[in-house]
Every structure is written in C-alpha cells, then in structure tokens.
C-alpha cells in the first residue's frame, strides 16, 4: 500500500508542476490506456492456471453482479440525504460553481458549457463528449483479459514466476501515470473553487457502497465480508480494484471484481436518466463512482445537468485517488 499511495502522489506532484506540457500528457494518456490493457491481459494469463476459476464461474458471476448492484444501490440511498440539502441549501454550493441553474429552460442548458466560461478555470476538465450507451471501448478490457486468458491456456498451462512481476510493474506504471493526469487537473484548486463540500459527496458514496455490500455478505452464505468490502472499494475503477484485489486476496475475488466493477460502469452509461428521476441528480455520480471523470461523466452532464457534471467530475477525480489506497487495506 504504500509504494502504491507514493507512486500516486509522486505522479500527482509531476504533473501539477508539469501541468503546462501538453506533450507529457500525451504520453502519459497513451501509456496509461496501454496499462490498463496489459494489466487485464496479464491478469487473464496468472487467472487461467487457477482450477478454482473453472469451478467457481456460475458463483463468481452470480456474486458479480448482486456486489454491483447492492454497491449502487448503497451509493445512491447514501447521497439522497445530501441531495435533499443542496436542493434546499442551493446557495450553499451554486454560488461557488457560479453555474447556470438547473431550473433554467433547456435551451439555455445546452447553450451553457462550463469550460468555455471565463469565470471558470476548468478547461482541460471536462471533456465535451457525446454520449452512447455502449461503445466499442467497453468490450477492451474483457477482450484483453480473455486474451490473456487463453494465451495461457495454450502455451502457459503452468503458472511461472514472471506474471506476478508483470502484473505488479503494470500495476505501478499505470497508477504513476494516472497520477499524472490527477495533477494536471489539479484537484484541490477545484475543491477550493468550488466549495469543500463536494468533498464529502464521493466519500459517502464509496461508504455507502461498501457499507451495503458489507450488510449482504453478513446475510449471505457465500459472499465474505472482506472479499466484499475490497471489491465494493473499487467504485467502478476496475483496472486497479481487479489488480490489487487479486494479488492480495487471490486471482478469484480479482476477477469478481473486475466483472463486478466493469458492470458498474455500464449499468450507469444505461440507467443513469432513471437514476436521476427515481434518486435525484447525485444518483449517477454515485454510481459512477470514480469513472464519473471521464467514461460516465457524459450521462450524468445529460441526465442531471451542467452543474451536477462538475460536482461528478471532482467525485471522480478524488475517487481515483481513493480507490488504490482504500482497496490496498484489504488482505
């Protein structure tokens, strides 16, 4: 945990000093996505020589999808009580986002975006991009991991000492670069802007998810509670939750979580406009959770408004600082 929580800090420290040089984000964009990738193809070789796998598909499928599901579920009904006081305490937070309020037409809605406004310094934060509810990006990692996968399957039918080695140096490569990009954005003068309150909204997203899942494992007969806590800790980042998982609680909950947290993910691009009329605004952000920066930052601006696509971008962002420090405690 701690190589892991230096790693990203020290990524953080370069690309806020480096946030200028548009070459180095590039590249460390590009080595970034190529990490992910190499993780879950290298985790799909070390989960193939694991008869459990095999044995356990239909359980870790099962269990998959009711921790993705008892994890949204918990990170939405924890943000009701705050979305209740921002809609009643408006002035509390809009007055320092300095956005448009939501309770304008549409039109101007649309006419309105963000990083183009002078009054606010996000530009390079918020992407504009058009949302669809399922591209070809979503099938990369399961394609990488099947890959890997199946290549030892065929020429590696014993599990060698350098797969461990790879995933780990992967592992360490991505979080440095992803820290990177957290220091180009640079959090903390967005959570200075836009209020310290927005701290609190991905924190008691990722309590609510793991607070759930811990209450369905302690019902269950087959869901451990620390499997548990660590896979709902992911909050939708399933490279680094996948990895860290299992190589500390073995390949079998890494994979539950990669399954659990990649669904996560797509099960809010697909359901985020009823999220936001049964659960209000913040549900999306919740169930985003740390993808709320970048892959589902699109449905929650359409579904819940330019001022919610702030607040679910600075979630996200702080998110992906969390989640490899918080998912490290579990062994």
Same mark, same amino acid.
């Given at each position: 945990?701690?190589?892991?929580?230096?790693?990203?800090?020290?990524?953080?420290?370069?690309?806020?000093?480096?946030?200028?040089? +548009? *070459? $180095?984000?590039? %590249?460390?964009?590009?080595?970034?996505?190529?990490?992910?990738?190499?993780?879950?193809?290298?985790?799909?070789? *070390? =989960?193939?020589?694991?008869?459990? $796998?095999?044995?356990?598909?239909? #359980?870790?499928?099962?269990?998959?999808?009711? $921790?993705?599901?008892?994890?949204?579920?918990?990170?939405?009904?924890?943000?009701?009580? %705050?979305?209740?006081?921002?809609?009643?305490?408006?002035?509390?937070?809009?007055?320092?986002?300095?956005?448009? /309020?939501?309770?304008?037409? &549409?039109?101007?809605?649309?006419?309105?975006?963000?990083?183009?406004?002078?009054?606010?310094?996000?530009?390079?934060?918020? !992407?504009?991009?058009?949302?669809?509810?399922?591209?070809?990006?979503?099938?990369?990692?399961?394609?990488?991991? %099947?890959?890997?996968?199946?290549?030892?399957?065929?020429?590696?039918?014993?599990?060698? &000492?350098?797969? &461990?080695?790879?995933?780990?140096?992967?592992?360490?490569?991505?979080?440095?670069?992803?820290?990177?990009?957290?220091?180009?954005?640079?959090?903390?003068?967005?959570?200075?802007?836009?209020?310290?309150? %927005?701290?609190?909204?991905?924190?008691?997203?990722?309590?609510? /998810?793991?607070?759930?899942?811990?209450? #369905?494992?302690?019902?269950?007969?087959?869901?451990? !509670?620390?499997? /548990?806590? +660590?896979?709902?800790?992911?909050?939708?980042?399933?490279?680094?939750? +996948?990895? #860290?998982?299992?190589?500390?609680?073995?390949?079998?909950?890494?994979?539950?979580?990669?399954?659990?947290?990649?669904?996560?993910?797509?099960?809010?691009?697909?359901?985020? !406009?009823?999220?936001?009329?049964?659960?209000?605004?913040?549900?999306?952000?919740? /169930?985003?959770? +740390?993808?709320?920066?970048?892959?589902?930052?699109?449905?929650?601006?359409? *579904?819940?408004?330019?001022?919610?696509?702030?607040?679910?971008?600075?979630?996200?962002?702080?998110?992906?600082?969390?989640?490899?420090?918080? =998912?490290?405690?579990?062994?």
């Amino acid at each position: 945990m701690l190589t892991i929580m230096l790693l990203i800090v020290l990524g953080i420290v370069i690309g806020f000093l480096f946030r200028k040089t +548009a *070459s $180095l984000f590039t %590249v460390s964009n590009f080595i970034s996505a190529f990490s992910v990738y190499l993780l879950l193809f290298f985790m799909g070789i *070390s =989960t193939a020589v694991k008869k459990e $796998l095999f044995e356990n598909f239909k #359980i870790i499928g099962a269990q998959s999808i009711l $921790l993705c599901i008892v994890g949204i579920l918990g990170s939405i009904v924890a943000l009701i009580p %705050v979305g209740f006081y921002l809609k009643r305490h408006r002035s509390y937070l809009w007055s320092y986002l300095e956005l448009k /309020s939501n309770e304008n037409s &549409d039109e101007a809605n649309e006419d309105f975006i963000p990083e183009q406004s002078p009054n606010l310094s996000v530009s390079n934060y918020i !992407p504009e991009k058009k949302e669809r509810l399922i591209t070809k990006d979503m099938f990369y990692p399961i394609i990488c991991f %099947v890959l890997g996968f199946f290549f030892s399957i065929y020429f590696l039918p014993e599990k060698q &000492d350098w797969m &461990d080695k790879m995933v780990t140096w992967s592992l360490y490569i991505l979080i440095f670069f992803t820290g990177i990009g957290i220091g180009r954005q640079n959090a903390f003068e967005l959570i200075k802007k836009y209020h310290v309150f %927005v701290i609190l909204i991905p924190l008691i997203a990722m309590f609510g /998810s793991m607070l759930f899942s811990l209450l #369905i494992s302690l019902v269950s007969k087959t869901l451990n !509670p620390v499997n /548990s806590l +660590a896979i709902a800790s992911g909050m939708g980042y399933y490279s680094i939750s +996948a990895i #860290i998982t299992g190589q500390n609680l073995g390949e079998i909950v890494g994979v539950t979580a990669l399954f659990t947290n990649l669904l996560r993910e797509l099960l809010t691009m697909l359901f985020a !406009p009823l999220m936001v009329k049964m659960f209000g605004p913040l549900a999306p952000i919740g /169930s985003g959770g +740390a993808t709320a920066m970048d892959t589902t930052l699109p449905f929650i601006k359409k *579904s819940s408004g330019n001022e919610y696509a702030i607040i679910g971008f600075i979630s996200g962002v702080i998110l992906t600082i969390l989640v490899p420090v918080v =998912t490290s405690v579990f062994h």
